[in-house]
């Protein structure tokens, strides 16, 4: 007999696969439409409750659509990069020592990430 355990999903892997099917849609997508477009076996509920998630964790936005929500990512988060991006912001927001934090994040970058940040910030970080 498999342990349940075993058959979980890595962490994030289900709210990967969720926001994924929302970049790829051309409009906000109900609960449904992003479990068909899944095409996994996961319940409503589960579909539901990561978009909930996602929604209380800034990720997504939503918009009412007859009894429930449709859902989009909001516009600093339209791929995987962005989504990297607010989680960063995020962390840093945490610490009350923003340039001890900066300061300790910049002295661990390899030598080929520092050479990156140094170029993104000469040229106003775009």
Do not use: C
Not at 55 to 74: H, L, M, Q, S, T
């Amino acid at each position: 007999m498999t342990d349940a355990k075993d058959e979980r999903r890595p962490a994030g892997e289900l709210e990967a696969s969720v926001l994924a099917a929302l970049w790829a849609a051309d409009a906000p997508r109900t609960p449904g439409q992003v479990q068909l477009s899944l095409g996994a076996s996961l319940a409503r509920t589960t579909v539901t409750t990561i978009l909930t998630r996602l929604y209380d964790k800034g990720v997504i936005g939503r918009r009412r659509e007859g009894r429930g929500y449709a859902y989009f990512p909001v516009q600093d988060v339209q791929d995987a990069h962005g989504l990297t991006a607010r989680r960063m912001h995020s962390e840093l927001d945490r610490d009350s020592d923003r340039e001890r934090v900066l300061a300790r994040f910049v002295a661990q970058l390899s030598p080929g990430d520092e050479r990156i940040l140094r170029n993104l910030l000469e040229s106003d970080g775009r």
